[in-house]
């Protein structure tokens, strides 16, 4: 039974669930930077899966011991997207609009070492220049918070102390990391400035196993090139075009 995470047994059972794989990451980094205690952020698991509502949007780790009872819940919640894994989707009858490959790379060991991020209001201007559109405040509030509290990273990459490259890695959580982001801006492509960003991602975060959600058509042979494998597939479906 889908239950909504209240107590001690159901935050174990539904961080349980979420150690291992990148669903589980993204899903436990939000529980580790928001605590299960914030009205934007609601939790819930059915001993099999992790389901997580964050701002409008369901995102879903693991498999659920139900799956009519997974439809019938996703029904009643009525979230704006679901997010999860490919062959969920088409288990919980989900119409796809985007979907992607999941690509992960287990970085090498050694000392953590990154230079202060930087400024999120010119991190913003450069993800939406680059095709990343999203509102300020909610990013702000969102990677402040995260990065304060060791859950996220913002790296970048600079030619005469102005700001031309950035990666972002939104979560980390128990030894693992998705990378959600990494733009150049566009007069400064060509001169292998994501690659140098890519490795100010592995000196920060070295040991961890690092994932990220590729979507179809987009960057997979510079990813392969960096040591990346496919490791499955993700979908989104806007419940509102169902």
Not at 30 to 42: K, N, Q, S
Not at 73 to 78: A, E, H, K
Not at 146 to 159: K, M, Q
Request: aromatic share 10%.
């Amino acid at each position: 039974m889908i239950r909504l995470v209240s107590g001690p047994r159901e935050r174990a059972e539904f961080m349980d669930i979420c150690k291992g794989g990148a669903f589980g990451c993204k899903l436990r980094s939000v529980a580790l930077a928001y605590g299960f205690e914030r009205d934007f952020a609601r939790f819930w698991t059915d001993g099999g899966a992790s389901y997580c509502l964050l701002d409008g949007g369901l995102s879903i780790a693991g498999r659920p011991w139900n799956i009519e009872e997974s439809r019938e819940f996703l029904d009643v919640l009525g979230p704006g997207s679901v997010f999860c894994e490919r062959g969920l989707a088409g288990e919980l009858k989900l119409e796809i609009s985007t979907e992607g490959a999941v690509m992960a790379k287990d970085l090498p060991a050694g000392e953590p070492r990154s230079l202060p991020p930087p400024g999120l209001r010119e991190t913003h201007a450069l993800l939406t220049a680059a095709g990343m559109p999203m509102d300020f405040e909610p990013f702000y509030l969102d990677m402040s918070h995260r990065i304060r509290h060791g859950i996220a990273l913002a790296l970048g990459e600079y030619i005469s102390g102005e700001l031309v490259g950035v990666a972002v890695i939104s979560a980390v959580a128990g030894g693992e990391a998705v990378l959600s982001a990494l733009a150049v801006r566009e007069d400064c492509r060509g001169r292998g400035l994501g690659t140098k960003l890519m490795g100010a991602v592995e000196r920060a975060l070295p040991g961890h196993r690092l994932y990220l959600f590729r979507e179809s058509g987009r960057n997979r042979e510079f990813y392969k090139k960096l040591g990346f494998a496919e490791f499955g597939r993700w979908s989104q479906q806007d419940i509102t075009e169902r």
